[in-house]
């Protein structure tokens, strides 16, 4: 990843360019199989969020996504928490379920639970974050009087879920932000989630979790990674492209990631000035 440039100096070049925010994703122990066929490593997302929330002022600062179950709740609302506090309050914690078994059993942590543990998670995290005195006993920890402090600077953190089920979307109606994955059939059978293949089936489960939100429905985030990654090539179809962009926004998406594949920081400084330009 550091071949594209350094954290400090992409950062710096989203919010010198007006993008509204900068993401990285979490993948701590990825098998070898699964590098090879297309996989990719990582930095540690909250480190470096952190540094990127040292130097800039106004992007948001997003897991797209953390794996809730690979830390313990108390470990990941403190990392959470301290990358918000770093960035004065711009931080989005994008939570998902996690898919990769091998990357499960490398860190010690039961695949088949993985769902239970989320939910464990997600009640634990905004008590957490509010400074609340918490007694708890969860399916690997036993919390007696605990309390996480300091509290971050929103209250709270938002979190958006990753995912395209039935129960992400429950999970996002109640929390506030989607991060549903627009994709082939192929993509979502690797990642373990119900797929969603185009912008009108995205449409209609936006719409059905809006309703499961009741009021709160319309104020929910939903951000979506363009498919085409493309998008991000300076001298590609810039109609083609925002044509599909204003599609994703009538299908009601706030937010539009957008991937690059550059290896070089010169390279990746003009991707980001080509999709600023081209499409703010």
Known sequence: MTDAGGVAEVARAVERCGLDGLAFTEHPAPSAKWLAAGGHQTVDPFVALGAAGAVTDSIR?????????????????????????????????????????????????????????????????????????????????????????????????????????????????????????????????????????????????????RDLAGDRGPSIEVLVTCPDHSIAEPGTEVERHRDFLGRLGDAGVTWVGVQGHTTSLSATVESIEHVASSYR
């Not at 974050?129 to 300091?150: C, M, N, Q, Y």
């Not at 549903?180 to 936006?206: F, K, Q, W, Y």
């Open 61 to 209: 600062l997003v897991t797209y996504l953390s794996v809730a179950s690979y830390r313990n709740p108390f470990l990941l609302g403190k990392a959470a928490a301290t990358v918000d506090i770093v960035s004065g309050g711009r931080f989005v914690l994008g939570l998902g379920a996690g898919y990769q078994k091998s990357e499960f059993r490398a860190l010690g942590v039961d695949f088949e639970r993985r769902n239970d543990a989320f939910d464990e998670t997600l009640d634990i995290l905004p008590r957490y974050w509010r400074g609340e005195t918490i007694t708890v006993t969860g399916s690997s920890f036993d919390a007696r009087d605990v309390i996480g402090l300091p509290r971050p600077m929103q209250d709270p953190i938002p979190i958006w879920i990753g995912g395209n089920s039935r129960r992400a979307a429950e999970r996002a109606a109640s929390t506030g932000g989607w991060m549903p994955m627009l994709s082939a059939e192929t993509v979502s059978n690797t990642t373990r989630t119900a797929h969603i293949g185009d912008v009108e089936t995205l449409a209609r489960r936006i719409s059905e979790m």
